[in-house]
């Protein structure tokens, strides 16, 4: 299965990939979040909190097939299908 990666910052562990290749044919939203955490080590960045039910609006938003994963029906939980495009974004950091 292949998951297809937007975002508008560059994601350690994939910085060179367009997409990102699976085994099985089901995989959650929570589920790539955590792959990409893991890819992103030795430093991981952690997109998706152990257990949270959502992710930190100060930090991330995500996007699925350009809908906010939140209005999908199982938000993080949501099975993505191959060829779907999850899209990262970075929250910006206010200041001066």
């Known amino acids: 299965m ?7 910052f560059v994601m350690p562990g994939v910085e060179d990939r367009e997409y ?8 959650t939203l929570r589920q ?8 992103s080590a ?6 998706v909190r152990p257990g949270a039910r959502a992710l930190d609006p100060d930090d991330w938003e ?3 097939n350009d809908i906010p ?3 999908c029906d199982r938000e993080l939980e949501t099975l993505l299908k ?6 990262i974004k970075i929250m910006s950091l206010g200041g001066g």
């Not at 292949?2 to 508008?8: E, P, V, Y």
């Not at 191959?82 to 899209?87: K, L």
Request: hydrophobic share 35%; glycine share 4%; aromatic share 8%.
């Open 69 to 71: 994963y939140q209005k």
């Open 62 to 64: 995500a996007e699925i």
């Open 32 to 39: 790539l979040l955590e792959e990409l955490q893991r890819l």
């Open 82 to 87: 191959d060829g779907d495009t999850v899209n």
């Open 2 to 8: 292949k998951i297809h990666l937007k975002s508008n």
């Open 20 to 27: 990102i290749e699976f085994a099985g044919n089901e995989i």
């Open 42 to 47: 030795p430093m991981p960045i952690e997109y």
